[in-house]
């Protein structure tokens, strides 16, 4: 059964860095892209990183470049992103998804290309 579970998120005061994993099983991962999208309450849910499926390839949002890094672990089958300096308004819940089909990142705005989801996990960020 195919499945993404994210994981590491939480309340981080502002300028203060966590890590977001996200676990899957189901398939194999360095068969697809996988993205990490955010979504903030009354706003559209937007692309943050993908990383290719060798990991050579990764992209970022212009909101996150310089802070934020997408890498994955295809051995443990785990993506992860590392989020520094964050700001307030990074608060969000923050997904990883899969890429429908294929190894290469679609844009980030190209949202419905990623068919698979995980549950999501917040991040706060706040004083």
């Known amino acids: 059964q195919l499945q993404l579970v994210e994981s590491g998120g939480g309340l981080v005061q502002p300028g203060g860095s966590l890590r977001l994993s996200c676990a899957a099983s189901?398939?194999?991962?360095?068969?697809?892209?996988i993205g990490w999208f955010r979504q903030a309450p009354g706003k559209e849910r937007e692309g943050v990183s993908c990383i290719s499926g060798s990991g050579r390839s990764t992209y970022n949002a212009d909101s996150v470049k310089g802070r934020f890094t997408i890498s994955r672990d295809n051995a443990k089958n785990t993506v992860y992103l590392q989020m520094n300096s964050l700001k307030p308004e990074d608060t969000a819940v923050y997904y990883c998804a899969r890429l429908r089909t294929g190894y290469v990142c679609p844009s980030l705005s190209s949202v419905l290309s990623f068919a698979y989801w995980g549950q999501g996990t917040q991040v706060t960020v706040s004083s």
């Open positions: 189901g398939f194999t991962l360095d068969y697809y892209a």
